[in-house]
């Protein structure tokens, strides 16, 4: 099946999967057409201002009260929610892991999720949490809502189907997928297993960063950005919904699929992007800009220039900066960096940091180049060079990030990541050459 989308970020969409079912000229008639009953769903207060106000009205089989109802308490032991704090006796550190195994018996992808940090607290609507996925189930009458914050979903292995109340989105590694709070959906994976990384964000939704001096084009573009058609089932078989909320879990046993919306307007809706279309921007003479320039997503936290969390990539892209270190510096920060790899080899690493797997940076603790990377970024003759093959992200949140009793105690946890700096020798000799030697 070929599916189809709408292009543009946040824009006010409508889509209809049956002619004549979204009612035009207004939102809510005495009588809808095919029956459908109208529902508002809000993604902010009715009184935000305009240009952050998100709503949508959907057109749906069934209201969502015959959705819920009577709700069973449950426990999802590897699902951490902030504030997780003291969950283990690892020390601070910088942390690396090598790739999450894939799964041995049969799980779907909301019972694969494994927490890897949180920050923040969730009571508060700020911070977020850093999730690893594995899956090889198709979740078919399995549904799920998570009122604490939307998800951002980065796949590394395997393409997803996403099939939301507001439309079904496909995507494959170098795609992201944005699932809104409160949004139902479930998951299959197309090619029987897939894996990948999750942030889950509690404080206000992505949006686009602006672009200062940069102007009206390059980074991510609105127009990449693609919102879902109209798709529902009719389906009147046992089913079972899953929720989220303020970190407890529960379900609810239904007899149809809550996925029943026949048409819908408004700008509350989940979006993929795809990351190879993403303009980078960077230096063409000398030096290179902070890496806030490869952001695609930033989260406000309220505080200006603040995010509650970013989502940043570091794509394929040419390296031209004449005299300078081209990889990214040695620095510590106050913000608290989860990079995952996607694909490729990340500049900064020239081993160790592999496609699956994760690092964590937290606030302050310091990291850059490991000791091959620096030596070779050194001395190497500076022609341009195109980096290919790489797909880095990271998110980056000014939150402290606190690792799960899980992720501290993972096998993939690399003891020895803080060597990859020990071979970092004292290149000062008192001379203002320095001592290159090796
Ligand atoms: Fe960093």
Known sequence: MTLSYMPGFGNDFETESLAGALPQGQNSPQRCAYGLYAEQLSGSPFTAPR???????????????KHSGRFTPVKREHWKTAPNLDDHELPIGQLRWNPTPMPE???NFI?????????????GQAGMAAHVYAVNQDMVDDYFFNADGELLLVPEQGMLSIFTEMGIIEIEPSEICIIPRGMMFKVAAL??????????????????????????????????FKTPIAAFEEKETPCRLHVKWCGKFYETLLGHSP??????????????????????????????????????LTAPSGEEGT???????????????????????????????????????????????VAG????????????????????????????????????????????????RFAAELETLQDNYADCWSGLKKRFNGTPEGDWSE
């Not at 942030?199 to 672009?211: H, I, V």
């Open 307 to 353: 995010a509650n969390v970013d989502f940043v990539i570091f794509p394929p892209r040419w390296l031209v900066a004449e005299h300078s270190f081209r990889p990214p510096w040695y620095h510590r920060n106050i913000m608290s960096e989860f990079m995952g790899l996607i694909y490729g080899q990340y500049d900064a690493k020239e081993e160790g940091f």
């Open 51 to 65: 240009g952050i106000n998100e709503r949508s009205w959907l057109y749906r089989i069934r209201p969502s009260v």
């Open 111 to 123: 019972d694969s999720i494994r927490t890897m940090t949180t920050a923040g607290d969730v009571h």
């Open 259 to 296: 996925l029943d919306v026949v048409a819908w307007h408004g700008n509350y809706a989940p979006y993929k992007y795809d990351l190879r279309t993403f303009s980078p921007v960077g230096a063409i003479l000398f030096d290179h800009p902070d890496p806030s320039i490869f952001t695609v």
């Open 191 to 224: 090619n029987g297993e897939a894996r990948g990384y999750i942030c889950e964000n509690y404080g206000a939704k992505f949006s686009l960063p602006d672009r200062g001096p940069i102007g009206a084009n390059c980074l991510a573009n609105p127009r990449d």
């Open 357 to 404: 797997g994760m690092s964590l940076h937290n606030m302050m603790l310091a990291h850059g180049p490991d000791a091959m990377g620096f030596n070779k970024a050194s001395t190497v003759e500076l022609k341009p060079q195109r980096l290919e093959n790489t797909m880095a992200f990271m998110f980056e949140t000014r939150f402290p990030q606190h690792l799960t």
């Open 105 to 107: 018996s049969a799980v």
